[in-house]
């Protein structure tokens, strides 16, 4: 089947690390992405790991993959109070160049 | 560059009226699909156009309905509208040579049904 899960909320506080982690399903998804959607906006990518990675890093942003488990979590380092937004972990169902099938989406909320 | 750009970006609308979004892609994407964003959820699949032709669609009824055109703008079009298809639609395009499915997204389309 195809179903991605997130924890709905995570409230952290300037400066510190937040780590937002995604279940998936499709055990044959090829690629996994992050995108942040900030209020009344579209859908930004942060990034994207592929599949026979474990790591990949991005500046303050890394991403762990444990495709034994299917889990797959967002690291953001240092983190600021531009960073609350709603955070979407995504799959490629099959590993296709079509749909996304996303979660519910963790909202981030940064305090001082 | 503009990326995708969405029109128009609120609406409202009353039970089974007709709606039509429209979208352009960002320069040098060949590839538009729609998503549907009910509040609180993330985007669900609609369908995906390339080459003028519907590639993949997702579990939508056939009010839900999808043009491509030879510039790869692309128009989302919904008749008979629910009250449940009050969301935020969402436009995005990405360029079918690319290794990994990276969509560039619009701000989307706000539309409220009563």
């Known amino acids: 089947g195809e179903d991605v899960e997130q924890s709905l909320f995570l409230s952290v506080r300037e400066g510190d690390s937040s780590v937002i982690n995604c279940t998936y399903t499709?055990?044959?998804?090829?690629?996994l992405y992050w995108y942040k959607q900030e209020p009344g906006a579209g859908l930004q990518l942060l990034t994207y790991i592929f599949s026979n990675m474990d790591m990949k890093q991005d500046q303050r942003l890394t991403v762990l993959l444990n495709k034994k488990d299917k889990h797959l979590s967002l690291r953001i380092a240092d983190t600021q109070t531009g960073d609350s937004a709603i955070y979407f972990c995504a799959e490629t169902p099959g590993g296709g160049y079509n749909k996304l099938i996303f979660g519910a989406g963790t909202r981030l909320a940064v305090h001082p | 560059d503009a990326g995708v750009t969405q029109s128009p970006t609120h609406l409202i609308k009353t039970r089974g009226q007709q709606v039509t979004l429209r979208c352009s892609p960002k320069?040098?994407?060949?590839?538009v699909s729609w998503y549907q964003q009910a509040l609180g959820q993330g985007p669900q699949f609609i369908f995906q156009y390339y080459e003028e032709e519907e590639r993949q669609r997702g579990n939508f009824p056939d009010r839900f309905s999808g043009h491509q055109f030879p510039n790869y703008s692309s128009e989302l079009n919904v008749n008979a509208l629910l009250l449940g298809d009050s969301a935020l639609y969402l436009c995005a395009s990405s360029w079918t040579g690319a290794g990994a499915n990276v969509l560039t997204f619009g701000a989307g389309s706000r539309l409220t049904v009563l």
């Open positions: 499709d055990s044959s998804s090829t690629y």
């Open positions: 320069s040098g994407h060949d590839t």
